[in-house]
C-alpha cells in the first residue's frame, strides 16, 4: 500500500502518496503533447536534485491516473534506480481532474490552445458538459470555449496524432486548421517526404493558407522552391495583353500582381481569429498590418493621381471607395474590384 508522505501544500487536506512508478496511470496523456527536449531536461534536473514538486493525480476506480506532471512521470522512467515519485491526488471525479489539468497549467508555458482544446471537447464530448457549463467552469467565456472546440474539430485526425507524439509543434497545427482538410492531409503527407524545419513548416502552412487552388498544388508538388519563391514567386505569371507597350504591360502586371494578394490577404484576415492568437503573434501582426495600411494609403493617392488628378490631394486620408472610373475609360480586367482568387 501507498505510504502518505508529509508536505506542505495549498490544500491541506490533499492526500500525499509515494507511489511506484508502474501504478501511476496515464489514461489523460492523450490530451498532452509529447515534448522529448523538456522531458531530456527534466531527466537531468531529477538525476541533479531530486523530485521538488509532487505530481499530481486522480483516483480513478482504484487506480491512480496522472492529471499533472506527465515531463516528470516520462523522465523518472528513464532514470535507473528510480521506481516512485511523490504524488498530490488532487480529485476522485473525472471532471474536477480535467479541470485541475487547465488551472494547474496556468503559470509557467502553460498548455497549448490545442491542449486546452481537447481538454474541452473531453468535458464536452465525454462528461457530456454544456459549452455555457464547460466556460463557467474554467472562468472562460463561452465564447473561448465555442472557438477551442472549432480549433480541434477542425483539425485532421492524422495531425492531431503528430502533435500528440511531438512531430508536428501547436504553431504548424493552429495554421493547419485554417486549411480545408484536403489541404491538411496533403500537406501532412509532404512533410512526411520532406525534412523541414518547425519554421519552415509553418511557412509552408501559412502560403497555403493564402494560396489559390492552383498556387496550393504547385506548393505542394516544390515545397523547397516556395520556401525559396515565398507565394509571389509561385504565382503564375500574368499573360501580358500585346497591346500594351513595355511600360503599360509592366503597371498592368504589377496592377494584376497586388490585386490576387490582396485578395487573398483578405480572405485570410476575414477567416482569422487574432483573439486566439498569443499576445506577441498580435503585436506582430498588428504592426506589419499598419505598416501595409500606410502604404495603401500612398498607393490609393497614387492610383487617384493618375484616375482623376484634380481630386488628388496629399494629405487625403484613405477612403473606403475607390475613385471612380471615367465614363470613358474601357472596361478590362485590371478594373474589376471582385476577388476570384
Same mark, same amino acid.
Given at each position: 500500500?501507498?505510504?502518505?508522505?508529509?508536505?506542505?501544500?495549498?490544500?491541506?487536506?490533499?492526500?500525499?502518496?509515494?507511489?511506484?512508478?508502474?501504478?501511476?496511470?496515464?489514461?489523460?496523456?492523450?490530451?498532452?503533447?509529447?515534448?522529448?527536449?523538456?522531458?531530456?531536461?527534466?531527466?537531468?534536473?531529477?538525476?541533479?536534485? %531530486?523530485?521538488?514538486?509532487?505530481?499530481?493525480?486522480?483516483?480513478?476506480? %482504484?487506480?491512480?491516473?496522472?492529471?499533472? %506532471?506527465?515531463?516528470?512521470?516520462?523522465?523518472?522512467?528513464?532514470?535507473?534506480?528510480?521506481?516512485?515519485?511523490?504524488?498530490?491526488?488532487?480529485?476522485?471525479?473525472?471532471?474536477?481532474?480535467?479541470? &485541475?489539468?487547465?488551472?494547474?497549467?496556468?503559470?509557467?508555458?502553460?498548455?497549448?490552445?490545442?491542449?486546452?482544446?481537447?481538454?474541452?471537447?473531453?468535458?464536452?464530448?465525454?462528461?457530456?458538459?454544456?459549452?455555457?457549463?464547460?466556460?463557467?467552469?474554467? %472562468?472562460?467565456?463561452?465564447?473561448? #470555449?465555442?472557438?477551442?472546440?472549432?480549433? #480541434?474539430?477542425?483539425?485532421?485526425?492524422?495531425?492531431?496524432?503528430?502533435?500528440?507524439?511531438?512531430?508536428?509543434?501547436?504553431?504548424?497545427?493552429?495554421?493547419?486548421?485554417?486549411?480545408?482538410?484536403?489541404?491538411?492531409?496533403?500537406?501532412?503527407?509532404?512533410?512526411?517526404?520532406?525534412?523541414?524545419?518547425?519554421?519552415?513548416?509553418?511557412?509552408?502552412?501559412?502560403?497555403?493558407?493564402?494560396?489559390?487552388?492552383?498556387?496550393?498544388?504547385?506548393?505542394?508538388?516544390?515545397?523547397?522552391?516556395?520556401?525559396?519563391?515565398?507565394?509571389?514567386?509561385?504565382?503564375?505569371?500574368?499573360?501580358?495583353?500585346?497591346?500594351?507597350?513595355?511600360?503599360?504591360?509592366?503597371?498592368?502586371?504589377?496592377?494584376?500582381? #497586388?490585386?490576387?494578394?490582396?485578395?487573398?490577404? =483578405?480572405?485570410?484576415?476575414?477567416?482569422?481569429?487574432?483573439?486566439?492568437?498569443? =499576445?506577441?503573434?498580435?503585436?506582430?501582426?498588428?504592426?506589419?498590418?499598419? #505598416?501595409?495600411?500606410?502604404?495603401?494609403?500612398?498607393?490609393?493617392?497614387?492610383?487617384?493621381?493618375?484616375?482623376? !488628378?484634380?481630386?488628388?490631394?496629399?494629405?487625403?486620408?484613405?477612403?473606403?471607395? &475607390? !475613385?471612380?472610373?471615367?465614363?470613358?475609360?474601357? =472596361?478590362?480586367?485590371?478594373?474589376?474590384?471582385?476577388?476570384?482568387?
Amino acid at each position: 500500500m501507498p505510504v502518505a508522505v508529509a508536505m506542505a501544500l495549498d490544500d491541506p487536506t490533499a492526500k500525499i502518496l509515494r507511489l511506484p512508478l508502474l501504478q501511476i496511470g496515464e489514461s489523460l496523456s492523450a490530451l498532452r503533447i509529447a515534448r522529448p527536449v523538456l522531458e531530456e531536461k527534466m531527466r537531468r534536473s531529477l538525476e541533479a536534485h %531530486g523530485q521538488l514538486t509532487p505530481v499530481t493525480a486522480w483516483l480513478n476506480d %482504484g487506480k491512480y491516473e496522472l492529471v499533472d %506532471g506527465f515531463k516528470r512521470l516520462h523522465a523518472a522512467r528513464r532514470i535507473p534506480g528510480l521506481t516512485e515519485l511523490v504524488v498530490r491526488v488532487a480529485a476522485e471525479d473525472a471532471i474536477v481532474a480535467k479541470r &485541475a489539468m487547465l488551472t494547474l497549467n496556468q503559470l509557467g508555458a502553460g498548455l497549448s490552445a490545442l491542449e486546452e482544446a481537447w481538454v474541452i471537447r473531453s468535458l464536452v464530448r465525454e462528461e457530456r458538459l454544456h459549452q455555457k457549463k464547460v466556460a463557467t467552469l474554467l %472562468g472562460k467565456d463561452q465564447s473561448w #470555449v465555442s472557438r477551442r472546440l472549432s480549433l #480541434v474539430e477542425r483539425l485532421i485526425e492524422t495531425a492531431q496524432e503528430e502533435m500528440r507524439l511531438g512531430l508536428i509543434s501547436p504553431t504548424v497545427a493552429r495554421s493547419l486548421a485554417a486549411m480545408p482538410r484536403g489541404i491538411q492531409e496533403r500537406l501532412v503527407e509532404t512533410l512526411h517526404r520532406e525534412t523541414f524545419t518547425s519554421r519552415q513548416v509553418a511557412t509552408l502552412a501559412a502560403l497555403l493558407a493564402t494560396a489559390s487552388p492552383t498556387a496550393a498544388e504547385q506548393i505542394l508538388a516544390h515545397p523547397g522552391e516556395a520556401l525559396t519563391k515565398g507565394l509571389a514567386g509561385m504565382l503564375p505569371e500574368p499573360p501580358r495583353d500585346l497591346s500594351l507597350g513595355v511600360i503599360a504591360a509592366e503597371v498592368d502586371r504589377q496592377t494584376r500582381l #497586388v490585386l490576387n494578394l490582396a485578395c487573398r490577404l =483578405t480572405t485570410t484576415l476575414d477567416r482569422t481569429d487574432f483573439i486566439t492568437l498569443k =499576445t506577441t503573434e498580435r503585436s506582430i501582426l498588428e504592426q506589419g498590418l499598419h #505598416v501595409l495600411w500606410r502604404q495603401l494609403i500612398q498607393l490609393q493617392k497614387a492610383m487617384r493621381s493618375k484616375l482623376s !488628378p484634380a481630386s488628388a490631394t496629399p494629405d487625403t486620408a484613405a477612403e473606403e471607395n &475607390a !475613385p471612380p472610373s471615367s465614363p470613358a475609360a474601357p =472596361t478590362s480586367r485590371t478594373s474589376s474590384s471582385t476577388c476570384t482568387a
